[in-house]
Structures are given as C-alpha cells and as structure tokens.
C-alpha cells in the first residue's frame, strides 16, 4: 500500500457545527482530508457521520465553520456544485441506472459531451477508466443484473470520470461478500495511488484497520480523535466510540421474571438473518443491540409475520406457533410497533382515534356492524390521557403531530390490540428529550404489568438502561445474550461490531 | 378563528367553498344566459348531475384506495345499451328486474377490474384504460351498430324522468335526482360507519400500514371495483331513462367527467383523502358548467371544451393553494410545544 503523502490537504473542514432543532448533530468539528489518504470516520449510529457527509456534498450548509479546498474556502450549494468542485459520494446501495449499459452509467453526470452521443467514444473512455482501475467489465452491458461490487465500480468509474478529488464511501461494504470486499479494496487502493482523498465510513473494525491510513471517531457529534492508523488499537476505539452518560436514561425498574411467553429456536430467513435463539418472559424487557442493517427489524418482522421466517421454530405460551401473516401474529398476541412511522406505521391523513382502532375495528361495531365512533373516541381519548398525546382533539390529523406524539398514537394503536409481546423497533427515533423519556416510563410502566417487550434499539445507553438482558446481532447473526450485569457498552459494541465472537446462550 | 378551527377541518372548508363556487357560477351565468333561473334550467341540469353524481361516488371509492376506474364510460354505455335491448324484447319486465339487472351487469364488468387490478397486480390506469376499449369494442360487435330506440321501450320506463318526487313552486326535484342524492347518502355513511369503508381510507392512505394492521387489502381493492361498476351500472340504467335513444357511443367521455368530479370534489389521487359528498359536489360543479357552457352564446363551440378543461384546472389549483394555506393554518405550532395547556390557548399568532 503506498504511503501516505505529506502535502497540502485537499479538503479541510473547520470548527464545523450544525444543530437540527433540539439535536445538535455535529459541534466543532474539524477534518483535514490528504490526497492520497484514506481517511476513516467511524462512530455509533448518529454520532454525526451522515450529517459530515451531507455538508461535504452540499446536501447541507453547515451553522457556522468553514469548509476548504486547496486553501480556498467554498460554499457547496448542493451536489451539483459539490461533483464540479471534485467531491463525490458513493453510498451502501450503489444508484446506477439499470437500464442504461455501464458507458452510460459512468457518463451519466456529464453534460458537455455535445448535442449527439458519440457512442463510439463514449465506449472508448468508459474501457480507459476501468483499465485504469484494472477492473474488467463490458461496458456495453446493461447495468441491470450488475452484482453488488461491479455496481460500485461503475460507480467509482464514474467519479473517476468526473475528476473526484474527493471520494466519500459511506459503508461500501455493508452489503458485499468477502471476496466483493477484497475487490472493493483494490480499487480504493488504486484511487490512493492516484492521489484522490478517500473519506471510508465503516462499521467493520478490521477492514477500517485495513483499509485506513487515519482513523477519526465521531461521538454525539464531537469529534473525538484523529490518529494516524499505527498509533490505535482497535479496543481504544471502541472504548472511544461508546463513551457516552448512561446517566442521563431513566433505569428499568427490575421486577420479577413472569412465565415463559416465547422461544424462538434457529429463526432464519435465507440470505437475512439465522440462527436466532431466544426466549421472552412476562414483564421483561429484551433489548436487540446491533448496528444498522445487523437484521434486529427483519427477526421482528418475522417474528409479526411481515417477512415470515423460513426456517427455526417459535413456541407461544408453550404451543408451536406458525406465523405467516401479520393477522396469525396479532391472533397469537404479538403486536409491532415499527421504527419506519411514516412507511409503515400510520395512516397519516387519517385521523387519531381511527388510526388507534385500525387493528382492532371489529371491536367497534354495534350489532348492525356499523362503526361506534363514540367508542372509537372514547378509546383514543383513554391513551391520550395515559401516554399524555399532545394534540387539539383526537379527531385532529396524525400527519399533523409532532414525531414523539405520532410515536405515541402508534404506541396506541397497538396497546389497544392488547398484546402478550410488544416489540418495538425504534421507539425513540428523531423524537424530542422529554416524549423519550415518557417513552421509556411507559415501556416501564407495560413490563411492570406483565407485557413482555422486545426492545429495538440502535441508541446503545437506552437499550442498556431498559432492558433486563440484551441480544446483540450482527450480520445477521445472534453474538450473544448478555445479562445486565455484564451488559456494558463496550460488551456490546464489541459484540456488535465483531471483535469477537460469543457463544450463544439460548436460555440465559 | 379559534373557534372555526375546532369546529371544522379542512377538507369541510373546502366543501363550504365549493359550494360558494357553484352558486358563484350559477350568479354569473344568470347575468349572461337569458331565462338561465327557470325551472328548466334547474330540471335539465339536476338530471344530469345525477347520472355523474352516481358514476362519481363509484369512481371516489376507487381513487380512496389509490387507484382510478377508467372504464365506467363504457360500463354505463355497455349496461344502457343491453339493458335497453332486453327491455325492447321483453317489455313485461319489472322495473325493479330492470334495475338490479343493470347493477349486476355493471357489478360484473367491475368485478373484471377488480380481479385484474386487486389480484393480477396490474396498475388500474392500464386495466381499465383496457377494459375501456374492450367493454366499448364488445357493444359495438353485440349492438351490430343498432340503437335502441325510445319507442320501443316501456311507457313507464319513459316517465321515470319525468316523475316528480317533490315541487317547489316551479322546481322539480326529480326522481332520478333524488336517486342519485341517496346512493351519496348512502356511501357518505358507507365510508364513514363501515370497517369496509374506513379500510378503503386506510389502504389509500398507507398500503403498507393497512397491510401491517391485518386487512385482507386485495379483497378491500377488488370490492371498490365492483362498487363502482355496479354504480357505473345503476348510472346506465339511469342514462337509459334519461335518454331513451341508445347508440354504441353512449356514455363516452364519462369516464373522463367522473374523474374530473372526483378531484374537483376534493378527492386526492394519492388515495385516503375525501369523500362521496364531495364527489357530488364536484359533479354539480362540473354540470353546472358543462351545461352552462353549451348555452352561453359567448363563446364558441370550440372553444366550450377548451374553457371546461380550463376551469377545472384554475378550481384545482386554487384548491391546491387555498387547501395548502389552511393546512397551514391549521397546522399549529402549539402542537408541538410540549406542554398540553398551551394547545388549548395557542394558535392566536397563526391566526391571521
């Protein structure tokens, strides 16, 4: 690998900070990007890296700080602006045209290549670029049917084409098998021969100490350290990455175990998740750790019949359960409160009192079978006042409440189909300090009457300060179940980020 | 202004003001039509929005769900016209055979959309711009390009137009009017009581979210088509009485007078937002205009299209921009605050 070069820096950003209403997402932090450099930015979900990389690529303009290139200060409007000033992004899931064959995709972005195509041409500089990149690939071939790494080559092609100065990979590899990563890494190292600065977002310890010549760790938005790669130790990192206040998190209250509710045995779904094994009492909490993408909402998803299993075997109050459907999984007494509220979650044209009964409208019929409307708002007004929803009148429109009380109406929504298991996905996502915490009462309030939960969460203290034991997933795969008592942060992000694996305890 | 915030939503202000529109428009063509307030006028008129009015309703169920039935012209020629041959050659029959013969071929003809669009997963703009063309094509090789002719028809089917079920001095509230005024009655509370109704809002609004609570979606889809084919087909039925004289292009260009009814009533395409009381209004709306138009001297025939279109582009737009100030309006900051008294005292500042 060649070695870093000492020169001017490319890029600089400096004394960067950007609040979102109450969440400060990034505070007083600078960057200094080399050419020739592969720059790794590591942190927790929402530390901050996806707000850096929007301002890098003009998506957002930062509060106060500068931004540098070559010694100049720029403002980038937006992405346009961004790829003419040589800074361009790759993402996770690569956006090429499917439709369009691989010359295409690398050109799409120019727009001085004359009023007629110059196909000829056009084939000639695409086959120089991925010659440059040693990559082999037909560049007459449609882009559909592309695997996963060949997609990011089109990709990297492209910026190539454009002139990039800067390339931002945001966890490129999430998605790759090992032998598509060592591909992907070839190329980068290509692209630091030829002296382009790389920003690489990663999630995976050893391939950031692989790829990496500096290693940066955001936490909560503050930059926490940047270091040449050989003077950190992974463990350091980590230690680094999660050393927020558990403090600030309203604790569980410990009460006694109830009977056994669910075992889940081997839950796989192919090419998702496997090999998932856990059981859920009465009254506890059991918090699902991982990053993004680690496959906690697809076990869930499975678990309502959404995206039903294919493999492994669930015991409900003691019977074989089969769930193919979210109907059999609301029958049985599960019920999902999803992290996606828009997506998935509620009709938001639609009123609160009809969002609450939407699940369970037969309970609001007369004999007649016509809808108790009366009913329908006495119930919504029963959860307004219990989980205390902010809004003008039950009749008011969901879509017209803030985040933290739309969780709640969905929260509603779902206490209301009276569950034995509740899982929740998310619950405190891109809700305010105070709606959280009611939230974290009220999953308190639910275990201490029995309800057994299931606690989605990628805001690390809050799963440690909720639950009783904590399943920590990677990849798609269980690491471990962790008690309380050794649930700590690094545990767990140890754990999550693949340091090494635990032996997976079935019935802790 | 508080006051009026509680009291109503949104979407009920902009019934209130399509209704200002119309008489609006009514005022206007008084000024330029001669002898435009007479009874004739309100007769002709009125029976005419009931045809759309009962197309419209069927057509609302439809778009509720996120989709659109194109094929309702045809549906209501298609049901005019063999209802009418069936009645030529049998003119013994009932009339209320007559009737539930015309839902039932409609019923029929919609329930294809639904199989197709519900189950085959085919976009309804592409089925039921298919089945517009095929229901037409089968008429025409059926008709053999005969029409039914009203002096073959019963005397009582004749008369239905003419049936009064209510005067006001001069003003006539036709039976096929008060007809159509039921069937809106009926699905108004249709949406409103019945799980069948409020799931059509639901799938609209968030197929996802729909799928997620449990509900058997396709089934909920593929019954908003045969709704609207049976209601396509009463409107045939209707068409039929109206007119008399059947030919194979009868009722072409509803489909397109529906839809327009539909969204000038307030009802999103997006799915999830309106109501058949709305779709009604729409339909007056557009009637009024439509036969308001033809006789304003005015203007010319050609250009009678060309300001219809037009009309109905400025009454949804300034829909879009009236409704996007009120939501605003009504979209208090005092909701987010998060102390619950400031909801009962706030929104003063947004008021103006």
């Known amino acids: 690998m060649a070695e870093p070069t000492t020169q001017a820096p490319v890029m600089e950003m400096q004394h960067v900070s950007m609040r979102f209403d109450a969440t400060q997402a990034l505070e007083d932090v600078s960057l200094t990007l080399y050419s020739g450099e592969v720059h790794a930015l590591i942190g927790e979900n929402g530390a901050g890296k996806s707000t850096l990389i929007k301002i890098m690529t003009g998506v957002h303009r930062p509060d106060t700080g500068t931004l540098q290139l070559d010694g100049q200060p720029v403002h980038i409007h937006n992405s346009q602006e961004a790829q003419s000033l040589g800074i361009a992004a790759i993402y996770q899931e690569p956006m090429v045209f499917p439709d369009l064959n691989v010359a295409e995709n690398i050109f799409i972005s120019h727009r001085n290549r004359g009023m007629v195509m110059n196909w000829g041409r056009l084939y000639k500089d695409a086959e120089a670029i991925l010659a440059q990149l040693d990559v082999k690939l037909d560049v007459r071939m449609p882009a559909r049917g592309l695997t996963l790494a060949a997609q990011q080559a089109v990709e990297i092609a492209k910026a190539i084409s454009l002139k990039v100065r800067v390339l931002i990979m945001d966890e490129p590899t999430a998605s790759l098998s090992a032998h598509e990563v060592d591909q992907l890494f070839r190329l980068v190292g290509a692209l630091r021969s030829q002296g382009v600065a790389i920003l690489f977002i990663g999630h995976r310890m050893e391939e950031v100490f692989r790829i990496a010549d500096r290693i940066t760790v955001l936490r909560d938005g503050k930059l926490i350290s940047s270091r040449p790669r050989r003077e950190v130790k992974r463990d350091q990192v980590i230690r680094e990455m999660v050393g927020r206040e558990v403090g600030d998190f309203f604790a569980k209250t410990q009460v006694e175990r109830g009977a056994l509710l669910m075992s889940v045995h081997g839950l796989s779904r192919e090419g998702v998740f496997s090999d998932v094994i856990f059981d859920v009492h009465q009254g506890e909490v059991l918090g699902f750790a991982g990053l993004i993408g680690a496959g906690r909402t697809d076990v869930a998803l499975a678990l309502f019949g959404i995206a039903p299993a294919d493999g492994g075997t669930i015991e409900f109050e003691g019977k074989a359960a089969k769930i193919h459907s979210s109907k059999q999984a609301m029958n049985l007494g599960i019920a999902y409160v999803t992290e996606d509220r828009r997506g998935l979650g509620l009709s938001l044209p639609m009123s609160v009192a009809t969002n609450i009964s939407l699940p369970t409208l037969r309970r609001y019929l007369n004999g007649a079978g016509l809808i108790r409307r009366s009913a329908e708002q006495r119930t919504a007004e029963e959860y307004r006042d219990m989980l205390m929803i902010r809004t003008p009148s039950v009749e008011v429109e969901v879509g017209k409440l803030s985040g933290g009380n739309q969780q709640k109406v969905m929260l509603s929504k779902w206490l209301n189909a009276r569950p034995k298991l509740l899982i929740l996905d998310e619950p405190t996502r891109g809700i305010d300090v105070r709606a959280k915490a009611e939230v974290h009462h009220i999953i308190n309030d639910l275990a201490e009457q029995g309800l057994a939960i299931i606690l989605i969460s990628s805001d690390l203290p809050e799963v440690l300060a909720m639950s009783d034991r904590v399943l920590v997933m990677r990849e798609g795969r269980q690491m471990g179940i962790y008690d309380r008592a050794e649930a700590t942060q690094e545990a767990i992000m140890t754990a999550a980020m693949g340091q090494h694996d635990r032996a997976v305890e079935a019935h802790a | ?352």
């Open chain 2, 1 to 352: 202004m508080n006051a009026i915030r509680r009291r109503f939503q949104p979407e009920q202000i902009r019934e209130l003001v399509l209704l200002l529109l119309i008489v609006g428009i009514v005022l206007f063509f008084g000024t330029q039509i001669e002898n435009y307030f007479s009874a004739r006028t309100f007769n002709r008129i009125s029976t005419s929005v009931a045809v759309i009015a009962v197309v419209a309703v069927g057509q609302t169920l439809v778009v509720l769900t996120r989709n659109i039935d194109l094929s309702v012209g045809s549906i209501v020629g298609f049901t005019a016209y063999v209802v009418g041959t069936q009645l030529t050659q049998h003119n013994e029959l009932a009339p209320l055979t007559v009737v539930l013969m015309a839902v039932g071929v409609g019923a029929v003809l919609g329930a294809i959309n639904g199989i197709i669009v519900a189950y085959g997963r085919v976009p309804a703009i592409i089925t039921t711009l298919g089945t517009l063309a095929i229901y037409r094509t089968i008429l025409v090789q059926i008709s053999g390009a005969n029409s039914v002719v009203t002096n073959e028809l019963p005397q009582w089917l004749i008369d239905v137009p003419r049936i009064n079920v209510w005067s006001f001095g001069d003003l006539d509230i036709r039976f096929l009017f008060m007809l159509a005024i039921v069937v809106v009655i009926v699905f108004q509370l249709v949406v409103s009581y019945l799980p069948w109704g409020r799931r059509l809002y639901a799938i609209g609004s968030n197929p996802d979210a729909a799928r997620i609570a449990g509900f058997p979606a396709q089934r909920i889809v593929f019954m908003a088509f045969v709704m609207s084919g049976a209601l396509a087909g009463l409107a045939g039925f209707m068409f039929l009485a109206r007119f008399g004289n059947i030919t194979v292009v009868a009722g072409q260009g509803i489909e397109l007078e529906s839809v327009a009814a539909v969204v000038v009533g307030g009802v999103s395409t997006n799915g999830g937002i309106g109501s058949p009381f709305g779709a009604f209004l729409g339909a007056i709306l557009i009637d009024v205009l439509q036969n308001s138009l033809i006789r304003w001297l005015a203007i010319s025939e050609f250009w009678r299209d060309a300001l219809l279109g037009l009309l109905i582009l400025l009454a949804v737009a300034t829909d879009t921009v009236i409704m996007n100030r009120l939501r605003k309006l009504w979209v208090p900051h005092e909701l987010q605050i998060s102390d619950s008294t400031a909801v009962k005292q706030g929104g003063v500042d947004h008021a103006g």
